[in-house]
Nanobody, 125 residues
Framework: QVQLVESGGGLVQAGDSLRLSCAAS????????MGWFRQAPGKEREFVGA????????YYADSVKGRFTIDRDNAKNTVSLHMNSLKPEDTAVYYC??????????????????WGQGTQVTVSP
């Protein structure tokens, strides 16, 4: 089992950068692929990106590809979402999630069994 706590959200202007962090508890962090999802008001939660258990593979949604990157530090039980060139349409609550797998990089929400509480990111025009 793993517990996740996100941090780093806030209000920024279009074009700015922001880094979200997710701290995980538990001794088996490296057994999980980690993902980031977001949910805007009135919309369904959507996949942003994910990273394999080792950090060797990543996958991103087309909407953020080239602007967002994910990395992880298994020694520190942390995963980060680096967001550059932010746009107003990136405004959402961002969630960190853990999928108990060492195979692949899950992209669908149902593969993730553990979720953080979310952190708000607001991008003004």
């Amino acid at each position: 089992q793993v517990q996740l706590v996100e941090s780093g959200g806030g209000l920024v202007q279009a074009g700015d950068s922001l880094r979200l962090s997710c701290a995980a508890s538990g001794r088996t962090f490296s057994s999980y692929a980690m993902g980031w999802f977001r949910q805007a008001p009135g919309k369904e939660r959507e996949f942003v990106g994910a990273i394999s258990w080792s950090g060797g593979r990543t996958y991103y949604a087309d909407s953020v590809k080239g602007r967002f990157t994910i990395d992880r530090d298994n020694a520190k039980n942390t995963v980060s979402l680096h967001m550059n060139s932010l746009k107003p349409e990136d405004t959402a609550v961002y969630y960190c999630a853990a999928a108990p797998t060492r195979v692949g990089v899950p992209v669908i929400l149902e593969r993730y069994g553990y979720w953080g509480q979310g952190t708000q990111v607001t991008v003004s025009p």
